[in-house]
């Protein structure tokens, strides 16, 4: 069984910083790819960043947002700067694998809320 548990959410002013976690357990074979997903009150989730064989960010990020990925740990980060009170939405990690048991699935952790005031 694959889990992904997600920590680092909470509440910030504009323009301070944020750094998002995500640890991944369970037989996994293979990461075909991780990314970090948003989703505001009353709006649908969109992507905020992945990384796989390339990355890639939303363009309402790009130069204020990083994501990584440490192997060794197995963890996905989302380091947020700058951060704007539209970045308030609950993020959400996702996770594109190959299970042991040579299975595609995705998965999604449970979800962490960031807010950020103005």
């Known amino acids: 069984q694959v889990q992904l548990v997600e920590s680092g959410g909470g509440l910030v002013q504009g323009g301070g910083s944020l750094r998002l976690s995500c640890t991944v357990s369970g037989n996994i074979f293979r990461v075909n790819a991780m990314g970090w997903y948003r989703q505001a009150p009353g709006k649908q989730r969109e992507l905020v960043a992945m990384i796989g064989g390339s990355t890639n960010y939303a363009n309402s990020v790009k130069g204020r947002f990083t994501i990584s990925m440490d192997n060794a740990k197995n963890t996905l980060s989302l380091q947020m700067d700058s951060l704007k009170p539209e970045d308030t939405a609950v993020y959400y990690c996702?996770?594109?694998?190959?299970?042991?048991?040579?299975?595609?699935?995705?998965?999604w952790g449970q979800g962490t809320q960031v807010t950020v005031s103005s």
């Open positions: 996702n996770g594109d694998f190959l299970t042991d048991g040579m299975v595609h699935i995705v998965w």
